[in-house]
């Protein structure tokens, strides 16, 4: 399986040589023998040889294959590397008839964005913290030219690497990079998705600053963010975790995220969608059997986190960067 590849050199203000050594490391990362990491590559090659007749990116679940399109035998076995593939966090998924419930229904995210996105067709687009690819998939069906992902974890590098090769897709690249490395690519993204990432930067407003760099002017950026109620332009700071979660820096109100964008330098920020968030939409399934939303809230007063932080809304803003 190939894991990296010079697209870029078709992105005129990436930087062509330092990609280029990024990727000499991640193929020696990701072919060293070190036991975990020769497991991970071992479960996303072993079904390397299946590719997908029918895919269907525009459905709730992302679909990828049907039953009928592999044998019995390829079935079990796939079916068995998936869920050694756990914990599914992002999904679902249809892969070759296997329904993969995954810990978040995140086709419930892409709703609420759909009809607040610029056209995609033709686009480079940025998906931040893409997780295994979910959403990358849910764009593909829009036509981009290019979705490159930034996910600096390897477990979900791979699965995503599994998941695109069933695909056959050639538009979508997932680089094992963080936020912080956009500056690689110079201006080159139109559009950019900042989903479930700001709350985990200790310095949000520099955050914003390096993401808007990474765009082309008059490009669109969406973020999409857990936050805490309140009409005033604030932000919690908890004393080590928020809903049990450790690096978790600054919690905004919709209005202080919304005042971030704007100094960062984006112009038309809009504050779209806010919302509560349940146990419906996170929660523990048998393809995620640790702990999730539900064992984060106070189970006395659904309004505070177990902490007695003020419960997580999700809010979605879009901004543009100046043309
Ligand atoms: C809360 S999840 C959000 C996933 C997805 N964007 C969504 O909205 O559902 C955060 C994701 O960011 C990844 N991540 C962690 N550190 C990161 C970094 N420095 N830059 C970009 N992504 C990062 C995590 O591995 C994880 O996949």
Partial sequence: MKYTSNYFTSLAHAEHQKLSAHHDYVDKRVTSLKRGIKALRHKAELLQHLKACHLDLNGDAVTIGTRD????????LLYTNLKDLNPWRKGPFNIFGIDIDAEWRS???????????????????????SNNGYYMFRMAHHKPKL?????????????FHMLRQFSGLTNLEMELLGVEDMGLFGPSFDVVFL???LYHRISPLECLKEVR?????????????????????????PEERYAKVPGTYFVPTGLCLQNWMIRAGFS???????????????????WMEFESYSDFIDPQDHTKTVEGYPAPLRVFLKGKKPA
């Fill in 268 to 286: 038309d920020v809009e504050l779209f969608c806010s919302h509560e968030m349940n146990s419906e939409e996170q929660r523990r399934t048998e």
């Fill in 195 to 197: 989903m479930g990432i």
């Fill in 107 to 129: 086709n419930r995210k892409w709703d609420r964005l759909l009809p607040h996105l610029p056209d995609l067709a033709g686009k480079v687009i940025a998906d931040v913290g």
């Fill in 147 to 159: 979705v490159v992902g930034f996910e600096p974890y390897l477990n979900h590098f791979f699965v």
């Fill in 213 to 237: 760099d990474s765009m082309t002017p008059g490009g669109t950026l969406i973020v999409e963010s857990q936050a805490i109620p309140g009409d005033q332009p604030v932000a919690l700071f």
């Fill in 69 to 76: 399109e592999i044998s019995d035998e390829e079935y079990d």
